[in-house]
């Protein structure tokens, strides 16, 4: 009885899920922007976007960039070392790593970066 169970449950995760997916469209916003880093959206819909680097060994990656949902793209902050997993919080300050430097910043709505943890991070991605 519990595989029988099992398998319903499987089935409509998998025919549900595709109903959902059937509906969506993707389409590209901008056509590049130099960053591998964090995404996430602002309670405003912009994308926010950090740049890690050239490569996992290579995290020297400086800025945090912004697309609006119209894909226009601008630099939201700079001097970071290795941005990359980043998080708002409930004033829309966004949390953003710096693998490169061992530190967390705090970059304000208005792209104000201060730093907000300099010690006791060791490889801090997200």
């Known amino acids: 009885m519990m595989k029988a169970i099992y398998s319903v449950i499987l089935l409509?995760?998998?025919f549900g899920s595709t109903a959902v997916f059937a509906q969506l469209q993707?389409?590209?916003l901008v056509e590049e922007i130099d960053a591998s880093g964090g995404v996430k959206v602002d309670a405003e819909?912009?994308?926010i976007v950090a740049d890690?680097?050239?490569s996992l060994d290579?995290?020297?990656?400086?800025?945090v960039w912004k697309v609006t949902p119209q894909g226009d793209v601008s630099l939201f902050t700079s001097g970071l070392s290795g941005a990359s997993g980043n998080d708002f919080d409930s004033q829309g300050n966004l949390f953003q790593s710096s693998i490169g430097a061992g530190t967390v910043?705090?970059?304000t709505p208005n792209g104000t970066l201060s730093l907000f943890a300099t010690s006791g991070?060791?490889?801090n991605v997200g």
Do not use: A, H, Q
């Open 52 to 54: 890690f680097g050239e």
């Open 45 to 47: 819909g912009n994308i």
């Open 26 to 28: 993707v389409s590209t």
């Open 121 to 123: 991070i060791s490889c």
């Open 12 to 14: 409509v995760c998998v």
């Open 105 to 107: 910043s705090k970059i």
């Open 58 to 63: 290579n995290g020297n990656g400086t800025n």
